[in-house]
């Protein structure tokens, strides 16, 4: 299974990333979720970007709160707008899921 | 009889996604027209301080006008500033997420003369012990 995920929050509380399996998968930061992408908390990445996956992040919802694709704390991670989003649901991946 | 009244707010959530953190600076600044309701010698004092992922509310150059046609709270942080309400930011927050003190929210571009204040937790400790009423968001 090809999976997306759009994880918004930046106070998880949810278990179900840590779980994830696919043989693909690609996690999109939104919203509050790009704190995740931006910030080292005691020196130290998130944990979520920990996870053998693709990593994107919304320009929009960055740029918004302040930052921008200068501040991404990981080379992994890959700026995108909308449009790069719709492309990832509907030409990449078999679902999406909003956690 | 003169009294004056302190409210802290403490704001703990990060800016966008809940209203929270936006009421916040809008209570605050709304507290000085209170002041019609007062008596003679009766003042309302609000401070905002930003702890935890509150501090988020103060970095400068959100651009959710230009994405989402909304004003940021870093316009209402300005705002505030600019009718010479007290800001505190936890220096501690700050560090722990790697927000240096120049991506902070300056005041002075609406010609505000005050400008946030990075202070130790234990500043804003003092605050919330010398404070009358302590209202989170």
């Given at each position: 299974m090809k999976l997306g995920v759009i994880l918004s929050e930046?106070?998880?509380?949810?278990?179900t990333y840590d779980r994830l399996q696919a043989e693909k998968l690609s996690v999109v930061l939104a919203g509050n979720g790009i704190y995740h992408a931006v910030s080292k908390k005691n020196g130290k990445a998130s944990e979520v970007l920990s996870k053998k996956a693709d990593f994107y992040v919304l320009t929009e919802d960055l740029e918004s709160r302040g930052?921008?694709?200068?501040?991404?704390?990981?080379?992994k991670i890959k700026p995108i707008g909308f449009d790069g989003l719709v492309d990832l649901i509907m030409d990449q991946h078999d679902k999406f899921i909003w956690l | 009889m003169a009294r004056k009244l302190k409210q802290l707010y403490l704001v703990q959530r990060p800016?966008?996604?809940?209203?929270n953190p936006k009421l916040a600076y809008t209570h605050a600044m709304a507290s000085q027209t209170a002041e019609i309701y007062l008596e003679d010698g009766e003042e309302v004092i609000p401070t905002l301080a930003m702890v935890g992922d509150g501090v988020?509310?103060?970095?400068?150059?959100?651009q959710l006008m230009k994405h989402y046609g909304l004003n940021s709270n870093e316009n209402h942080v300005q705002m505030a500033l600019l009718i010479d309400l007290k800001v505190l930011v936890c220096k501690e927050d700050l560090e722990a997420r790697g927000i240096s003190a120049d991506r902070l929210a300056d005041g002075s571009a609406l010609g505000a003369d005050m400008t946030i204040e990075v202070v130790p937790f234990s500043e804003i400790q003092k605050e919330m012990e010398a404070t009358d009423q302590i209202l989170c968001f």
């Amino acid at each position: 299974m090809k999976l997306g995920v759009i994880l918004s929050e930046a106070v998880r509380t949810e278990e179900t990333y840590d779980r994830l399996q696919a043989e693909k998968l690609s996690v999109v930061l939104a919203g509050n979720g790009i704190y995740h992408a931006v910030s080292k908390k005691n020196g130290k990445a998130s944990e979520v970007l920990s996870k053998k996956a693709d990593f994107y992040v919304l320009t929009e919802d960055l740029e918004s709160r302040g930052f921008t694709a200068g501040d991404l704390v990981d080379s992994k991670i890959k700026p995108i707008g909308f449009d790069g989003l719709v492309d990832l649901i509907m030409d990449q991946h078999d679902k999406f899921i909003w956690l | 009889m003169a009294r004056k009244l302190k409210q802290l707010y403490l704001v703990q959530r990060p800016p966008i996604k809940s209203e929270n953190p936006k009421l916040a600076y809008t209570h605050a600044m709304a507290s000085q027209t209170a002041e019609i309701y007062l008596e003679d010698g009766e003042e309302v004092i609000p401070t905002l301080a930003m702890v935890g992922d509150g501090v988020y509310n103060v970095v400068n150059n959100q651009q959710l006008m230009k994405h989402y046609g909304l004003n940021s709270n870093e316009n209402h942080v300005q705002m505030a500033l600019l009718i010479d309400l007290k800001v505190l930011v936890c220096k501690e927050d700050l560090e722990a997420r790697g927000i240096s003190a120049d991506r902070l929210a300056d005041g002075s571009a609406l010609g505000a003369d005050m400008t946030i204040e990075v202070v130790p937790f234990s500043e804003i400790q003092k605050e919330m012990e010398a404070t009358d009423q302590i209202l989170c968001f």
